[in-house]
Structure formats: C-alpha cells, structure tokens
Nanobody, 124 residues
Framework: QVQLVESGGGLVQAGGSLRLSCAASGRTFSTYHMGWFRQAPGKEREFVVAISGNGVTTYLGDSMKGRFTISRDNAKNTVYLQMNSLKPEDTAVYYC?????????????????WGQGTQVTVSS
C-alpha cells in the first residue's frame, strides 16, 4: 500500500513557475513508476508526465514538452513536477500516481495508487 500526498500548488501569474511535490509513504518507493496527471474544470483527467522507478526514463505529454520536467528523490520518497512558462490553460488539479510496471505511462487505469490532488491556478 502506498499513500501519496501532493503539495506545492497555488496561484501564479502566466509565465511563472511552480514546483509540485508528491510525498509517498512506504519503504519501496524506488520500485514504483510515478506519474503526474491533471484535470481542468469540465474536462477529463489527462496525462502530464511520468518517470521510471530509478529516475532514468521520463515520458512527457506533447503539450508540456519544453515547459514541464519530472524528477524524483528516492531517498526522500518524493517525486517533483517542475512547471515553467505556465499558461492559463494549465489551470487544473494536479494528481500524482504510482504504478508497478513500466509501459504505457499515459494509461490512467494502469496506476495503482493516487493522491488527492493539488490545485494549480494560472492567472492571465
């Protein structure tokens, strides 16, 4: 069982940056592949980015390339989402999730654990 807690969300102006954190419980954090998803008002939840358990491989959604990066610190049981050049359309609740296996990181149903989410609001 893994519990995930996101933090770092808030209100930021367009063009600004935020770094989200996701802290995980448990002793086997490095065995989980981690992903970030987001859900904007009135829209379905969508894939943002994912990272392998050892941090070597990342997979980024097309609309975020060049602006978002993911990293992890397995010693701290934490995964990060660095968001730069934020746009109003990035406004959403951001969720982190954990999965056992590599593969299709963008498939939500393949993630076993989810956090409660953190709100990011980008003003124009």
């Amino acid at each position: 069982q893994v519990q995930l807690v996101e933090s770092g969300g808030g209100l930021v102006q367009a063009g600004g940056s935020l770094r989200l954190s996701c802290a995980a419980s448990g002793r086997t954090f490095s065995t989980y592949h981690m992903g970030w998803f987001r859900q904007a008002p009135g829209k379905e939840r969508e894939f943002v980015v994912a990272i392998s358990g050892n941090g070597v491989t990342t997979y980024l959604g097309d609309s975020m390339k060049g602006r978002f990066t993911i990293s992890r610190d397995n010693a701290k049981n934490t995964v990060y989402l660095q968001m730069n050049s934020l746009k109003p359309e990035d406004t959403a609740v951001y969720y982190c999730a954990a999965r056992y296996f590599s593969g299709r990181y963008y498939i939500q149903s393949e993630y076993a654990y989810w956090g409660q989410g953190t709100q990011v609001t980008v003003s124009s």
